[in-house]
Every structure is written in structure tokens, then in C-alpha cells.
């Protein structure tokens, strides 16, 4: 139709497996293990029942071994008929790889342009959809299902438009349970009174009842984010962070001048499976807050800022926090009579006195020289 703006949209979907010969859940919280059935397939008949509006679906699947591209290539070709769906490949990797190499980049940033860990996976789905031309990028993760038929209009709805003179370059939904409930369970046995993550969040949580349907937010979920071109071409996800990678993204827009907001109407059904190990699931979180602490002195923000989450695991007591929480957790684990977590917990106990807060030290600031490196890079598309 004369005169009709088409928007070219483009839904990316990470997928983490795990293998006998790679095994990823010192990685990812909950890869599926091959031998399984998983959650991808669910996820794929949600977008057949919405208006999914010739949207281009991209699946990104991790690690991008033959077995694991093999597998999940065989779920999508199920779905070919229904949607506009494609599976990342090995391929797609070296030519961008390649690409970057011929352009001159430094071998240090061209490393982080792998399929292993959830930033730079999401790194490799915007330089994709760079290539492609893509106004918007939609973000969902292979745990969750679409129920809203609308959900693509409303995703898309404010991106790009401008709010107090700042362009709206990301969109944050959020996520509601089997039960349709947003609120997290809140768990409070005797060694997490000093790391209940559920309160803080359920806390932040509290936006979502806003009158206004978009609000400031300092979290957002990967599985539910929308980011437009204007925001992705300049700003990219940390590679350095080993999870948390979309609220520090959050972080990282507001900080190179966008708005990132959350819309209180935009809402998916997530269904994660159990994590494969608490033990390194909290391990991460400890890797994660050391280094956005970091990241926060770099931006000159106050961890009181991102109150109540992230910022209530921000600030100055963070280490004892993460050095006495793994210590009950140790303990625990003895009373259950599992030595293995036992010692897993008392080296996440050593390595919050040192070698978390080193590696924040020694990285944080690789974030700014990779951005740079990053806005040259999307001068090419």
C-alpha cells in the first residue's frame, strides 16, 4: 500500500543444549541434554497460534556443534511450513569471523564473537541481525511460550519512537508462570536470609501494577526484550559478563543515552526447567554482581541507583555476602551429606575473596574499548 512504512522485524532465539562430549551447565542454568526432548518445539507451536506478521525467526543453536545443529535443525523443519524460520549455522559463524578478519579488527575482539556464553550468543544474533537489515530485534528464549496474539504488535508498538528527547531503543516485557503469576516464589530457608534474590526482584517487580504502561526499569529479561537498530548498532551485549547479560544490557543503553523501558503489557509464559547446578548458577551470580560492580565506578552510578535489583547485591558488602552465603550453603550440604557440593560451594566461598573480584577487576573496562571496536563494526551493514 502507498505510503505504508513495512517494519522488518526479526525474532531471535537462543537454544542451549548439552552433549556427553561438550557438557554446558557450568555455562547456561538449564541446557537440555541431547538425549532429550526439551523445550524449543513447545515454544515453536506458541508462534504458530499469534500473529506472528511474516516475521523472520532466527534460531541460534548452542554449542554450534554438528550434533546439536543437527538436532535442532530436525525440530525446525517441522515448522517451515508455519513460520519464516532459519537455523544459524558453523557457516554463518566463520563467514562473519572472516568478514571481521578481512576488515582488520584485533584477534581479541574478534574471539568474542563465538556461540559460548549468553552474551556474546546475543552479540552473534545482532550482528546477524545487522546483516539482515533488521529494524527491531525481538529477543525470546527456547523456555518460554507466546500466548498473546498481539504480542508482536506490542512489542514493537514504541521502539524507536523518542521520550524526554531520548530515542526508546529498548523494549523490556516480562515473564508470568504456569499460574500466570509475575511474583517469584519467595524461599527463605536459614543460609539465604543474606542472598534471597526472589525478594529483591519481586520488589522491582513492583512496576509492572504501574497505571503508566511503560516505566524505567533496572532489570530486563533476555527472553522478553525488544531492541531496535538504532540502540543495537551502537550499543552491543557485554561478553564479559558470564550471566545477567540482559539487565547489564539495560545498564549499557541508558549509559550511551537510550531509553530502555519496560512495558507492563507485554508479557510471555516461561517455563524453565530446574537449573542443572545451583552451584554454578550461583557461582555466575557472584562472577556477575563482582563485575557490574565494577562496571557501575567505570559509569560513575551508585548501586543504590539499581534498587532494589540489581542494585541491593551492588554494593560494599557484596563479598561477604557471597563468601558467607556459600559457606551455609556449604554446610548445608554436609547435613545432606553431598561432599561434592560441599566443596563446590567452599571454593565459591575461596574465589569471592579474590578471584571473582580480580576477573571483574582485570575486564570491565575490555567493555568500552569492545563497544568502539563494536559502533566501527556496524558501520559496515
Not at 33 to 50: A, D, H, N, Q, Y
Not at 60 to 89: A, C, M, Q, W
Not at 113 to 136: E, P
Not at 265 to 279: G, R, T
Request: hydrophobic share 35%; with cysteine; glycine share 6%.
Amino acid at each position: 500500500m502507498k505510503g505504508v512504512i513495512l517494519t522488518h522485524n526479526i525474532i531471535e532465539i537462543p537454544t542451549d543444549w548439552s552433549t556427553r562430549e561438550t557438557p554446558t551447565h557450568e555455562l547456561y542454568d538449564h541446557p537440555t541434554p541431547i538425549t532429550e526432548e526439551g523445550t524449543l518445539e513447545r515454544l515453536l507451536v506458541s508462534l504458530t497460534k499469534i500473529d506472528i506478521d511474516g516475521t523472520e525467526i532466527l534460531i541460534f543453536p548452542t554449542p554450534l556443534h554438528k550434533e546439536v545443529e543437527k538436532r535442532v535443525s530436525n525440530i525446525v523443519k517441522g515448522y517451515e511450513g508455519d513460520l519464516d524460520i532459519k537455523v544459524f549455522s558453523s557457516s554463518s559463524l566463520t563467514r562473519i569471523r572472516e568478514d571481521l578478519e578481512n576488515w582488520g579488527f584485533p584477534q581479541d575482539f574478534i574471539e568474542q564473537f563465538k556461540m559460548t556464553g549468553y552474551g556474546c550468543v546475543r552479540n552473534v544474533g545482532l550482528v546477524t541481525g545487522a546483516i539482515m537489515s533488521a529494524d527491531n530485534i525481538i529477543f525470546l528464549d527456547d523456555d518460554e511460550t507466546v500466548e498473546d496474539k498481539d504480542y508482536i504488535k506490542k512489542a514493537t508498538e514504541f521502539i524507536g519512537k523518542r521520550r524526554n528527547g531520548k530515542i526508546i531503543g529498548g523494549i523490556a516485557g516480562y515473564y508470568i508462570d504456569e499460574n500466570n503469576a509475575y511474583m517469584l516464589e519467595e524461599k527463605t530457608p536459614w543460609w539465604k536470609h543474606l542472598w534471597n534474590k526472589e525478594r529483591k526482584m519481586n520488589e522491582a517487580f513492583g512496576i509492572i501494577e504501574s497505571r503508566e504502561r511503560l516505566n524505567d526499569t533496572t532489570f530486563a529479561f533476555g527472553g522478553n526484550m525488544v531492541i531496535s537498530s538504532s540502540l543495537f548498532k551502537k550499543v552491543p551485549f557485554d561478553p564479559y559478563i558470564v550471566r545477567g547479560e540482559d539487565m547489564d544490557f539495560v545498564l549499557n543503553a541508558k549509559h550511551f543515552g537510550y531509553e530502555f523501558l519496560l512495558d507492563n503489557q507485554l508479557k510471555i509464559k516461561h517455563l524453565p526447567p530446574e537449573p542443572v547446578s545451583n552451584v554454578a548458577k550461583m557461582r555466575n551470580d557472584i562472577y556477575r554482581f563482582m563485575y557490574q560492580r565494577e562496571k557501575l565506578k567505570l559509569y560513575v552510578i551508585s548501586a543504590s541507583e539499581l534498587d532494589p535489583y540489581p542494585g541491593a547485591f551492588l554494593k560494599s558488602d557484596l563479598c561477604a555476602r557471597a563468601f558467607t552465603t556459600s559457606m551455609l550453603l556449604g554446610f548445608e550440604s554436609l547435613l545432606r551429606r553431598d561432599l561434592s557440593d560441599f566443596f563446590a560451594y567452599m571454593d565459591n566461598a575461596r574465589l569471592s575473596l579474590g578471584e571473582a573480584r580480580k576477573y571483574a577487576k582485570q575486564n570491565a573496562d575490555k567493555y568500552l574499548e569492545f563497544q568502539e571496536n563494536w559502533a566501527e563494526l556496524m558501520s559496515h551493514y
